[in-house]
């Protein structure tokens, strides 16, 4: 959640995934909400969900400055790997702008945080609990994480929320 309105961002693969027609959120308090597409973008493979309720008072993450982000930099990664529950695991930047992973349409941020199937769609956060990214891809021979994750950055990420929440995505 990136706003206290309802404002969710995760990856279009996921909404694909689920299908559009009934999209349900759980949060990590048990609360469960039904989310609605408000922009999709599969090239990027970014989606914005809105939920209703909550009064309006979401607890929400902030967005970082992603190109401030260095090599060797802490970050947690959060998910719900292999349908398990919310989990966090922790790592660093190991990489930076990385374009080479089977997507022209952007560059990533490589870190060695856990990253499993189900993680998709989550945060990767800073130490000051700021969204650097979205996880979204990894790299495995074994279909688990190997130590090679992708992270859409909050820079990329942060121009489509805004413009799918102003209509214009």
Same mark, same amino acid.
């Given at each position: 959640?990136?706003?206290? !309105? #309802? @404002?969710?961002?995760?990856? $279009? ?5 689920? #299908?559009? @027609?009934?999209?349900?959120? *759980? ?6 909400? &039904? ?5 999709? !973008?599969?090239?990027? !493979? ?8 909550? &009064? =309006? ?7 970082? !400055? ?5 090599? #060797? &930099?802490?970050?947690?990664?959060? =998910?719900?790997?292999? /349908?398990? /529950?919310? @989990?966090?695991? $922790? /790592? ?12 022209d *349409?952007? %560059?990533?941020?490589?870190t ?5 199937? #189900? ?12 969204? %650097? ?13 190997? /130590? %090679?994750?992708?992270?859409?950055? *909050? ?5 489509? %929320?805004?413009?799918?929440? @102003? =209509?214009r *995505?």
């Open positions: 959640i990136v706003s206290a !309105d #309802g @404002t969710i961002v995760t990856n $279009s693969h996921v909404v694909r995934a689920r #299908g559009e @027609t009934e999209i349900r959120v *759980a949060l990590a308090d048990k609360r469960e909400f &039904d989310a609605k597409v408000v922009g999709q !973008d599969e090239k990027t !493979d970014i989606a914005v969900l809105k939920i209703e309720g909550g &009064d =309006g008072h979401f607890p929400f993450l902030q967005f970082a !400055d992603s190109d401030s982000l260095e090599v #060797g &930099d802490l970050v947690l990664a959060i =998910g719900n790997p292999f /349908g398990v /529950g919310q @989990t966090v695991t $922790s /790592g660093i930047i190991s990489a930076l702008a990385r374009s080479d992973i089977g997507s *349409a952007q %560059v990533f941020i490589q060695d945080a856990a990253i499993n199937p #189900g993680n998709s769609g989550g945060a990767l956060v800073d130490m000051s609990g700021k969204l %650097v990214g979205i996880n979204t891809a990894i790299f495995s021979r074994s279909g688990g994480s190997q /130590g %090679v994750g992708f992270a859409i950055p *909050a820079n990329m990420v942060k121009p489509f %929320v805004e413009s799918a929440v @102003t =209509g *995505a």
